[in-house]
């Protein structure tokens, strides 16, 4: 479901445009998404969270 939910947001291809070397928070991908919630960067971060324990 988390793997479903970052493909269908496009988040891969917005960390492969920042570049090889770029550190994006979660922030900063969030502003980046066709969203208005303001709680998406801290939903997002626990997804990616989710994502990098597995």
Avoid: C, W, Y
């Avoid at 891969?12 to 960067?41: W, Y």
């Amino acid at each position: 479901m988390s793997m479903h939910a970052m493909v269908q947001l496009d988040v891969f291809q917005i960390i492969a445009k920042a570049g090889v070397n770029a550190k994006l928070s979660s922030k900063e991908i969030a502003a980046r998404l066709p969203t208005k919630n303001p709680d998406a960067p801290s939903m997002l971060d626990r997804i990616l969270r989710v994502l990098a324990s597995h």
